[in-house]
């Protein structure tokens, strides 16, 4: 009988293997990469077009664009759009990044040929009506007052916008930048940023040699407008280290904040940063999870993190805790920051971090859909499968003493902004 009091032995994930796309053209130009795979009749078809033109006193253009672009074309109305969606059972998704913009079509195969002309209406006919931008606004508006009372939210808010300023990763975004969204200025975005030069079309799952020649039939030829386009290119320097504290007299729980610019995933030393973030911070086992939860009981959940931007990344400490207990949390923070910088990591943690970084990877690889997320990771970034191939190689051979290294490069108390939004006790 199974003995439920002995924990199983842990076997490290030998291979991981990858969906390599097709890469292809439309007969306009448009990129356009495949991954088929999968057993039913379903796709997903992704059109990504680069955010361009970036004016800091318009900061809100290429947001405004992705949520308002199906709410109505030449010929249809925002309802009769989600109508004739939902009756073939397809599904219309738009995604706002500070990079990118993606409108994605999930759809059976047997309902393409009548709803990718209602894609293409969307990105080619959008009309931005005057009625729908004021609902927009007016939403926008009230979304924004009521965040803006919570504490999590203006410390994030106010993170960004220090490391990064009036830029697309940063931009401060006001009640007043919503008055100042004029339907004319949506239109020139609209016709700068969609256009065959700006798209790439990611497609996965049942797609074929009959798929491809339907987005070829319905894509490949001349769009509807032409504008001309910038794409967003950002250069930044360490912001200045300094602590915002934003008091809420009558806060409960104060949010933290911490972090600073740093690397990006075309880095070398990407991989052994996210393996030592998950160490200290990135997965529910980690050092302040065991610290900051379990031991001292400051809050009930705090992570730390890498993001990868086009232009930079940023490494970043979250938390919300008592606010009796704001400055001891900080303070176990840096002990923590300190130990991960002298102390090298035992070979037992290491194991269960490597065993928990190539088991999520693995376990991400699900399906058709998956695997294209991870070549997008990749191929907006510059880069090829061998950082894959790199990255699990990094996982399964680095040593504790590569992990300090790269903690006494990358982690800096000193150089750290730190937001605190509440009370300091």
Known sequence: MLNRT??????????????????????????????????????????????????????????????????????????????????????????????????????LNKHLKAVLPLVWSILNESIFPADELAIYKQNQQQKLKVNLQKNDFLARKTFAHHIFGHTAYGADISLTDYNALERAELLAYFNAAFTPQNCTVIAAGKFGETEFGLLNDIFGGNWAHHGQ?????????????????LERKDAIQSALRLGNISINRKHPDFPALQIMNTL??????????????????????????????????????????????????????????????????GEEELNLVRNFMLGSLLGSLENAFSHAD????????????????????RVKNITA????????????????TKVVVGKKG
């Open 6 to 107: 002995i924990a199983p032995d842990f076997k490290q994930v030998d291979t991981i293997s990858f969906i390599e796309p097709i890469a292809q053209q439309l007969a306009n130009g448009i990129k356009v990469f495949t991954i088929n795979a999968g057993q039913q009749e379903l796709v997903r078809i992704e059109f990504i077009f680069q955010n361009v033109n970036w004016n800091p006193s318009k900061p809100l253009q290429a947001q405004a664009v992705n949520t308002l672009i199906n709410n109505g074309t030449k010929q249809l109305s925002a309802r009769e759009i989600a109508e004739r969606v939902d009756f073939y059972g397809a599904f219309l998704q738009t995604e706002y990044a500070a990079d990118y913009i993606t409108v994605s079509l999930y759809s």
């Open 229 to 245: 386009a910038t794409v967003n290119k950002f250069n930044y320097e360490e912001a200045e280290a300094i602590e915002i504290y």
């Open 280 to 345: 200290f911070g990135g997965y529910f086992g980690s050092r302040l999870m065991a610290n900051i939860r379990e031991d001292k009981g400051y809050t009930y959940g705090i992570g730390s993190g890498i993001a990868s931007l086009k232009d930079a990344g940023y490494f970043f400490i979250a938390t919300e805790v008592g606010t009796a207990v704001c400055n001891d949390a900080l303070r176990e923070i840096e002990k923590e920051i300190e130990i991960l910088k002298t102390d090298p990591v």
């Open 374 to 393: 991870k070549f997008k990771n990749i191929y907006f970034s510059g880069l090829t499968f061998d950082y894959y191939t790199t990255y699990i190689h």
């Open 401 to 416: 003493e590569e992990i300090k290294a790269t903690a006494n490069t990358y982690l800096n108390w000193e150089n750290m």
